[in-house]
């Protein structure tokens, strides 16, 4: 009991205030780490500290083949940007290249940035080389994400991103820890807030877990990005909030709250700049599904029946259409109907 104590009061002194944490630009978080701070007002707020000494829970995960083959892996990634390790996901084609999702404290805000993407596909380790070629992030609102694209299509469906609210329990996969193969977690919805991209579960995430794609098993399509940890929480932002800053062109976002810890570390490789950096606007790539219902289609037309003369007639139109290259029969159709129409008004 003593030595666990002792090994507290070390781990304690190691966090810095907010305020010295807020003057170093470029930072480094520990995946793990956390530790009470008594500068907020709210006790069980967390704060970001050097050393990693509170572990949290272990993940739910599945090491089953059958389940690290399903579908829910498909489209997962681990990603790779100097020595720092995430998460991503492919979220649609254009062209014929490949766009995945992370969050941009992962793969750096510079287009250009080489990103290397590990997946597995029908059993097999298959490796890809991206380019980062859009990202937003800022360390006082919630914007951190990114587009990475890769050259040609990746053969896997991808799960496009919502432009609807999250409702219910999701499912991730990710790179816990950075491990490999990828792993598999449930997750409880605690809040998905109407006023804010911020999204919580449980469990808590864990380092490595940065970028992994939060999929409905109702329909399968992204709702949220994995992004941080806060409060005890796993949390992440909605795509629907994404997307409505994107379309809307917001230019302040909701505030970041006190206590936010990014979930991978950032070393020297990876740059990390405030602001919005693109080709495009995101609300623009097709990796969007479509909200609500499709229109119902039309109900075909009733055959129309004709009398053996006008068989005769069309047959002989028919061959004359053949010839001069008209579609007598639509014609034909049109003036049927206009007789239809003049009859019923007679």
Not at 20 to 46: K, M, N
Not at 53 to 73: H, K
Not at 210 to 216: E, I, K, L, N, Q
Request: hydrophobic residues 35%; charged residues 20%; neutral net charge.
């Amino acid at each position: 009991m003593r030595t666990w104590l002792l090994a507290a009061l070390v781990a304690l002194s190691f966090c810095e205030p907010v305020e010295a944490q807020l003057l170093r630009r470029f930072r480094q978080t520990c995946p793990t780490g956390v530790c009470p701070t008594p500068q907020f007002a709210a006790p069980s707020v967390l704060q970001e500290c050097e050393p990693a000494v509170v572990e949290p829970a272990a993940m739910p995960q599945s090491d089953d083949e059958t389940a690290a083959t399903s579908e829910w892996f498909r489209s997962a990634a681990q990603f790779r940007v100097s020595n720092a390790c995430g998460s991503g996901s492919v979220v649609g084609f254009i062209g014929d290249d490949t766009l995945l999702l992370s969050n941009a404290h992962v793969t750096g805000t510079r287009p250009g940035t080489a990103v290397t993407i590990r997946m597995r596909i029908d059993g097999k380790d298959v490796t890809y080389q991206g380019t980062v070629i859009m990202a937003a992030y800022s360390n006082t609102t919630q914007a951190d994400w990114s587009i990475t694209r890769v050259r040609g299509r990746i053969p896997v469906e991808p799960r496009p991103l919502s432009i609807e609210r999250p409702s219910g329990d999701h499912v991730t996969v990710g790179s816990p820890r950075c491990v490999w193969p990828l792993k598999y977690q449930e997750l409880k919805t605690v809040r998905a807030s109407e006023s804010m991209p911020l999204w919580q579960w449980t469990p808590n995430s864990i380092g490595g877990q940065s970028g992994s794609g939060v999929w409905s098993p109702k329909d399968g399509n992204q709702y949220g990005l994995l992004t941080w940890s806060w409060n005890g929480y796993g949390a992440g932002q909605q795509t629907y909030w994404i997307y409505r800053q994107a379309a809307e062109k917001t230019v302040a976002g909701e505030p970041r709250l006190p206590g936010m810890k990014e979930l991978s570390p950032r070393p020297d490789g990876v740059v990390v700049e405030e602001g919005f950096f693109s080709e495009s606007d995101i609300d623009q790539l097709p990796i969007w599904s479509k909200p609500g219902v499709d229109p119902p289609k039309p109900e075909p037309a009733p055959p129309v029946e004709f009398s053996e003369s006008e068989v005769k007639n069309l047959r002989t139109l028919r061959a004359a259409a053949r010839e001069k290259g008209v579609d007598w029969m639509q014609i034909i159709l049109l003036i049927l109907e206009l007789i239809k129409l003049f009859q019923a008004r007679s």
